[in-house]
């Protein structure tokens, strides 16, 4: 299905602010959250490529993604 020129503007409006969000994370964060959701690895693997820790992966995708909830909860997303 074509989008419209209304549904564009919309989508392109969210990824902003998913861009604008991501900004507000540190880099260990960003760089967890795109290898665990873009890259599609595990964590166990995000962790050999980064080396470090399986808890220190978990932790920084655990935080990463409360304040991503927060900042696009204010963002009004």
Do not use: C
Request: a positive charge; hydrophobic letters at 40%.
């Amino acid at each position: 299905k074509d989008l419209g020129p209304l549904e564009i503007l919309l989508i392109s409006d969210e990824n902003k602010i998913l861009k604008d969000s991501l900004s507000v994370l540190g880099p260990r964060q960003r760089q967890v959250i795109w290898l665990f959701y873009v890259e599609e690895m595990s964590i166990g693997d995000i962790a050999h490529k980064l080396n470090i820790s399986y808890r220190t992966v978990v932790n920084s995708k655990t935080k990463a993604l409360k304040r991503l909830k927060k900042e696009i909860e204010r963002e009004g997303l």
